[in-house]
């Protein structure tokens, strides 16, 4: 029996993606799931409200940060075999955006990195905090090491 049929992962382009990643290859290749990838533009200008929050791909004419952002989201496409229809670039807040797109694409799996957190990193709580709590799916918080 398999018990993920569609598993979200979310990468925060930094080298804890790495790890994550390569948790989220094995548990796919285990349920033989389809796999989608999720990067959230935080820390970027939203580009142009004619987008719309979900960047779509194929748009010709980029600003230089986000054409770097859509660079890299297609880098770990090819990576890990993911084609261009399951890989979203949407820009808000990672949290929200990473679960209402794993409603609307019926997501069963999501997986985050999680970092062990201290002092006000730990009152502010985490991205993976804020998907526990909101997601409509099982959520694996991968153990980072700490840098
Ligand atoms: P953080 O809680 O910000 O340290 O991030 C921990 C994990 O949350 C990362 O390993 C990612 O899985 C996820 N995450 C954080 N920021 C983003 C983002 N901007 N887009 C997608 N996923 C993110």
Request: hydrophobic content about 45%.
């Amino acid at each position: 029996m398999t018990m993920y049929s569609h598993i979200l992962l979310s990468l925060q382009f930094s080298t804890a993606d790495d790890a994550v990643a390569a948790k989220a290859q094995t548990i796919c290749q285990q349920h033989a799931a389809r796999l989608s990838l999720i990067h959230v533009l935080d820390n970027i200008p939203m580009p142009d409200t004619a987008y719309g929050t979900a960047i779509t791909l194929e748009q010709p004419k980029d600003d230089p940060l986000l054409a770097a952002e859509k660079a890299k989201l297609l880098t770990w496409g090819k990576r890990l075999g993911v084609a261009n229809e399951n890989l979203w670039l949407i820009w808000g807040i990672p949290n929200q955006e990473i679960t209402r797109i794993a409603k609307q694409e019926n997501i069963d799996l999501i997986i985050v990195g999680s970092h062990e957190r201290h002092g006000l990193g730990w009152l502010l709580g985490s991205t993976a905090d804020g998907v526990l709590h909101h997601a409509p799916c099982d959520v694996l918080a991968v153990r980072l090491a700490e840098d």
